[in-house]
């Protein structure tokens, strides 16, 4: 085994400074997320972007149309770019931007870092917040003062040290079932995360140190399916939502339309999006979020022979997305399905209201 230096975090800070854009986006993005866990905001969380990201000009690209298509559902949608820069592999295959920028199995992880800081600031800088996937330990050091909202994934969920990296974030943690379907490892991790921690940790300078967290209380669970098939229908709401009423935390959760809910196949997601419209048309209060893989184009697709240079622009290296036309569809009816829940729960109030009183003029009268 052998290993090289890392670049020092605080000089990557001073080279790539988050501006007060940037600064103001973040800021905005994490309180925004955080009202809807609190319900204090009743828009549905959107995070929608490619499934990896592997070219930053076209990232930028799509970011630009999702700023605007952003702006325009932003009464019933809060809409947060998946920004995801590594990935985790079944067996082996690309291990994304920070790891492999180059895409050749170089791994010049210093110019991976740089790149992948410069497109968060790009991004930001755009006014749009981003989410990632909290993959290892250590990245998150070099990124998280860009990111509005966090993922662990099935397969670490259940990590202790993933928990404990999440008790020391500053922004909401989405924690996906396991591999299994198990939803109880991601309403435990929500559990063990919100307390403080202490352990061994890496510093900004790259320095082993001791660590102490303060907790985090903004997590929710992320139903993506499981080796049974998928969670995301009524009934797998209801479950989710007793299973975590029972640990006596908040009801909400996220539907990934992809991965096994969509049973890898990227053009189901938008049938598992329009379920989730039509129980939220029904007044599902649960669901405060799904999550979409999305691109320029729709497919994926493997490297050529000859390398990047042989890729089709806007088509994903891992996991297949849907179109830009597609996802412009899907976000417009999740939307609609906003403004219907909205209404719907309106009603309800108002029957409440007018049945208590009813109630108060009827004691009035037998008094």
Known sequence: ??????????????????????????????????????????????????????????????????????????????????????????????????????????YDINKGLRISRQLYSDLTNMGLPIASEMLDTISPQYLADFISFGAIGARTTES???????????????????????????????????????????????????????????????????????NYAKEHVSSAKQALKQKSQRENLLIDCSHANSAKNFRNQSVVAMDVASQMVSGESGIVGVMIESNLNEGNQKVPPEGPSGLRPGVSITDACISWETTVEVLQSLANAVRSRREYMQSLADCTSKSAWLETQSAGIMA
């Not at 400074?17 to 905005?28: G, I, N, R």
């Not at 008790?167 to 559990?191: E, Q, R």
């Not at 082993?208 to 499981?226: D, M, Q, S």
């Open 1 to 106: 085994m052998t290993s090289s230096s890392q670049e020092d975090t605080r000089s990557l800070y001073r080279f790539i400074f988050t501006s007060a854009v940037s600064l103001a986006t973040v800021s905005a993005g994490r309180q925004q997320v955080i009202d809807i866990l609190e319900r204090r905001d009743d828009r549905l969380l959107v995070v929608v972007g490619p499934c990896s990201i592997h070219n930053p000009q076209e990232a930028l690209e799509f970011a630009s149309r999702l700023r605007e298509l952003s702006k325009k559902l932003s009464t019933d949608l809060c809409v947060v770019m998946r920004a995801y820069l590594e990935k985790p592999r079944t067996t082996v295959g690309w291990k994304g931007l920070v790891n492999d920028p180059d895409i050749d199995e170089s």
């Open 160 to 230: 202790q040290l993933h928990r404990e990296l999440a008790s020391g974030l500053s922004f909401p943690i989405g924690y996906k079932n396991g591999t299994s379907g198990n939803v109880n490892v991601a309403i435990d991790a929500i559990a063990a995360a919100s307390k403080p921690h202490t352990f061994l940790g890496v510093t900004k300078e790259g320095m082993a140190a001791v660590t102490r967290t303060a907790g985090n209380e903004h997590g929710l669970v992320i139903l993506r399916g499981g080796s049974h098939g998928p």
